[in-house]
């Protein structure tokens, strides 16, 4: 017998971006472990990740190609060849590439993070046909936009860093299920001395685990921040001369959070006026006395109408005290801004002959049902999706699921399962999982670049998209050079070695060791350097005024609150948030028994006196509902869920669900304030129990 490990890198839609150590026996990946030497994943896999092989193995894959033959959405298929399937596509695709080829729709994103198998020979299919651009919006434009605006990219702490934190404030985020990597070293902190902090409508797995939780209504962070900001100013715990160096609009900021006492920041986010003010006072009072402050800021804060300022005003309060000052201080968002990919040259925008129009991928139920029209250009004709499974995750699911039920819309799926959205598809296409392809990766929580080998051969016929995109360029007759880039070409191009943060990127190394830091200050903002149009931190930001937004630090209530409409809340009383589910990745995962059983079902936690109030007990099954649609599951009563708030923890497969649905039957296809980001925690229902 023959034994491998071979270097991989995790493809899943998590900051941690994991180094793997695959064994393969004999062509087959046995197991799949955490690199022991890589610095941040330190030989440490969650659950979900040290089943890939299940996943990969499992007896549903998709294997072949297929073509629909029942009604959309039945489920019913037939094998077919794949020259069948990229012949039936190409003269599907053709006539409408010709007659208006904006009609094609692109819909994908982060079931691979992989710069390769992401978008790149995809990209260059599409801006050949000149089809239209899918604004990629669905998870973290919001809060990438406000925090751009403040501190002008996505950079910030390192999260190699955390550990030495004196105090870690956690805010909207849940890195015991959703960061674990990060979550080790707050731990470590915590063992040295560290205070730790939540700030979050739900007492999750990680709030229930730090020394203090603030549980505050969703939306409102924006407010709190506001208010940190009236008790730092006003008890000067400042540091004056970062502010003086550093930052622009603090004279106009001072004025703005005057108007935040600590009563109304504490009515407005439904918490007590000592929270705000100790929580400054901590803050404020560490980073005086030297000690590093730092802010783990996540997406539970961003995916409501006012996100993308919610994030905004976080991330003045770091300069505000100076918290830039240490290598452990300061905030992190993303790093994603950190890395010098070559993103134009993968994707070949230069193909593109004119800019089309963009369609934003969390409005998809609107816009698949949209007729042709001047505004909006021709009607969707024809989707591919990849890499997403719209169906499931996005918002306003009803309307999704009629838009794919058009019997005029042509749909291709390239899947690893027969997922919810795969039911639609006219023709569904196998793809390679991360052991069967390779990849060039980025993260957005650490600062390695990464390379992933193929661990083993193409299971059944599975191709890679880029496989598949360059089959389908050849079928629709596209000749230039660039749809015959091999991976590895593709790869060897995907950081730009001659910028100083990659300086020494080599492909042929990097698969070789798998990863490779980038060239980074230990404190990226001790000294200033903000990649504003200042350079410093903006406090005002005269880039917002001209985009029509607040230039300073504002609130900006969710749409849907028992505060900012009452109407509505009359009829749907309890605010809605459904992050994800521990041993789920977004949808991924839902259909692996072993991680399913943990999960078990669908359930909502609801606080007992909204469950006294409506007479729901542990275990019942319920009904929630609004006016956009319903779903059902069972009633958990806890005091996780602060009262007025239920929590469905996602996203499910609607097949696999308790009533064929989730909670994205009762999501909005509203869009934040800014980055035109959904507004998933942005949703009022009511709950009933269901007649036993
Ligand atoms: N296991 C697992 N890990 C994942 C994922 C997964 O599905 N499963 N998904 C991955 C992806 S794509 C992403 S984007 C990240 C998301 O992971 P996180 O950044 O952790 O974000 P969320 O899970 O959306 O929300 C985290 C917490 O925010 C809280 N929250 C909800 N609304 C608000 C609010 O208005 N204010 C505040 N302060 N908190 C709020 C929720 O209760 C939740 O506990 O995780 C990634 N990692
Ligand atoms: N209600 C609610 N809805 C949410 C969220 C929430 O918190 N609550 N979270 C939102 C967020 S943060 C995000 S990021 C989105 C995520 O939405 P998506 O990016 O659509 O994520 P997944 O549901 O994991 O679907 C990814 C699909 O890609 C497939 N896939 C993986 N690798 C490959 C590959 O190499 N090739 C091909 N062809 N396919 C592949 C997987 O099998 C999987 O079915 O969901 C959003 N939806
Ligand atoms: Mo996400």
Not at 436 to 457: C, V
């Amino acid at each position: 017998m023959t034994t491998t490990q071979v270097r991989a890198a995790c493809p899943l839609d998590c900051p941690d971006t994991c180094a793997l150590l695959v064994t393969v026996e004999d062509g087959v990946a046995t197991a799949v472990k955490g690199d022991p030497d890589h610095p941040t994943t330190a030989g440490v896999l969650c659950t979900k990740v040290s089943r890939y092989t299940e996943r990969t193995y499992h007896e549903d894959r998709l294997l072949y190609p297929l073509k629909r033959v029942g009604k959309k959405g039945e489920g019913k298929f037939e094998r077919i060849s794949w020259d069948e399937a990229l012949d039936t596509i190409a003269a599907r695709l053709k006539p409408i590439a010709e007659r208006a080829p904006e009609a094609i729709l692109p819909y994908s994103y982060c079931g691979t993070m992989g710069l390769i198998q992401g978008e790149s020979m995809s990209s260059r299919f599409f801006n050949k046909i000149g089809a239209s651009l899918l604004d990629r919006t669905i998870c973290a434009s919001a809060g990438a936009t406000g925090y751009k605006y403040t501190i002008g990219g996505s950079v910030g702490t390192d999260m190699e860093q955390f550990q030495n934190a004196k105090l870690l404030i956690i805010w909207g985020g849940n890195p015991i299920a959703s960061n674990l990597h990060f979550w080790t070293r707050a731990q470590e902190a915590k063992r040295h001395g560290a205070k730790l902090i939540a700030i979050d409508p739900y007492r999750s797995l990680t709030a229930e685990k730090c020394h203090q939780h603030i549980a505050l209504l969703p939306g409102t962070d924006a407010a709190l921040a506001l208010g940190l900001m009236h008790v730092l100013i006003n008890e000067d715990l400042l540091d004056h001369d970062y502010i003086a160096q550093h930052t622009i609009g603090f004279e106009q900021l001072k004025q703005r959070a005057q108007e935040w006492t600590p009563e109304r920041t504490a009515q407005t986010c439904g918490i007590t006026v000592d929270e705000v003010v100790e929580l400054a006072r901590l803050y404020g009072g560490m980073a005086k006395a030297g000690e590093p402050v730092a802010i783990r800021a996540n997406y539970g804060v961003q995916r409501v109408h006012g996100g993308g300022m919610s994030v905004r005003n976080i991330a003045c309060l770091p300069a505000l005290v100076g918290a830039w000052r240490h290598a452990a201080g300061g905030m992190q968002l993303s790093s994603s801004g950190s890395f010098p990919t070559n993103k134009p040259w993968l994707q070949r925008t230069d193909l593109l002959q004119k800019i089309p129009r963009t369609i934003n991928m969390s409005t998809i139920g609107d816009d698949l049902l949209r007729p042709a029209s001047a505004a909006f250009g021709p009607a969707v004709e024809a989707v591919i999706v990849y890499n997403s499974n719209p169906l499931a995750v996005a918002p306003d699911s009803d309307k999704v699921m009629r838009g794919f039920l058009r019997e005029d819309l042509f749909t291709v799926v390239l899947e690893h399962f027969q997922t919810d959205t795969a039911d639609y598809a006219d023709i569904v296409l196998p793809a390679t999982t991360q052991l069967e392809h390779i990849d060039a990766h980025t993260s957005y929580g650490h600062l390695y670049m990464m390379a992933n080998n193929a661990a083993i051969a193409p299971m059944g016929e599975a191709k890679a998209n880029t496989e598949i995109f360059r089959l389908l360029a050849a079928r629709m007759g596209f000749d230039d050079d660039c749809f015959q880039d091999s991976d590895d070409q593709l790869a060897a191009q995907a950081f730009n070695a001659n910028d100083a943060r990659a300086v020494g990127f080599d492909w042929d190394a990097l698969k070789q060791k798998g990863w490779q830091k980038l060239n980074m200050p230990q404190a990226p903002f001790a000294h200033g350097g903000f990649m504003t149009p200042s350079g410093k931190c903006e406090f005002y930001s005269a880039q917002m005024e001209k985009d029509g937004l607040d230039p300073l630090p504002a609130y900006v209530a969710p749409y849907e609150s028992v505060a900012s409409n009452p109407e509505l809340a009359a009829r749907y009383p309890l605010a809605m948030i459904s992050p994800p589910a521990r041993n789920f990745l977004n949808s991924t995962f839902v259909n692996v028994k072993s991680l399913r059983s943990s999960e078990a079902e669908p359930h909502l936690d609801i606080h007992p006196d909204d469950g006294a109030a409506r007479g729901i007990a542990n275990g019942d099954m319920v009904r929630i509902f609004n006016d956009r649609g319903s779903f059902v599951a069972k009633a958990r009563v806890t005091d996780k869920a602060r009262a007025g708030l239920v929590v469905g923890l996602s996203v499910w497969w609607k097949k696999l669900a308790t009533d064929g649905k989730n909670a994205n039957e009762v999501t909005s296809q509203q869009l934040t304030d800014m980055g035109r980001a959904p507004t998933f925690y942005d949703t009022l229902v009511q709950v009933e129990r269901l007649a036993s």
